[in-house]
C-alpha cells in the first residue's frame, strides 16, 4: 500500500483502487462496504471500470450482486470482462446455476458448444449442475 501511494509505481491508484486494497488488509464490514461503493461510484462516473466493479463485489463474496450485474449489463458496453469470470474468487458464482446465463450473454456457450472445448470447472466434482446440460436450458 505504501508503495502503490508513493507514486514510485508511474501512476496514482483510483480511489476505488485504494479502498479495495485496505479493504483485503483489514476486511471489516465497513471497509468492504467501502470497497464495493467506489468500485460502484467508479463503474458509474465513466465508461469503463465495470470488470473491476465485478472483480470487488466476486471477492468480497457478494454473489447476488455479481450476478445481478452481470446479467443485466450490456454485454457489448464491457469489454474485457470475460477473462475476469475464471479467477478463483468467481468460483462460488460459476457454482450457481445462472452462471450459465451469464455465459450465454456473453457468448461463452456459442464457444464451448462449438468447439466441444467446456471450461475447467465443469469439471469439478462438487458443481452442482451438467454444463452441457444447463446450457442447453438456457439456449445458445
Not at 32 to 55: H, L, T, W
Not at 83 to 109: C, G, Q, T
Request: glycine fraction near 4%.
Amino acid at each position: 500500500m505504501r508503495i502503490l501511494q508513493s507514486g514510485k509505481l508511474g501512476f496514482s491508484p483510483t480511489k476505488a483502487q485504494l479502498s479495495f486494497l485496505e479493504a483485503r488488509i483489514d476486511p471489516s464490514r465497513s471497509k468492504i462496504e467501502k470497497a464495493v461503493s467506489d468500485a460502484r461510484n467508479e463503474y458509474r462516473g465513466r465508461s469503463s471500470g465495470f470488470s473491476p466493479y465485478v472483480q470487488t463485489l466476486a471477492y468480497f463474496g457478494r454473489n447476488e450482486e455479481t450476478a445481478e450485474a452481470l446479467l443485466t449489463v450490456e454485454p457489448d458496453t464491457v469489454p474485457g470482462v470475460i477473462w475476469v469470470l475464471f479467477r478463483p474468487y468467481f468460483s462460488n458464482l460459476r457454482h450457481d446455476p445462472r452462471f450459465m446465463k451469464i455465459a450465454k450473454r456473453f457468448e461463452l456457450i456459442r464457444y464451448w458448444q462449438e468447439t466441444s472445448q467446456w471450461p475447467d470447472f465443469c469439471s469439478e466434482p462438487d458443481l452442482p449442475y451438467d454444463c452441457n446440460k444447463e446450457a442447453t436450458k438456457v439456449g445458445s
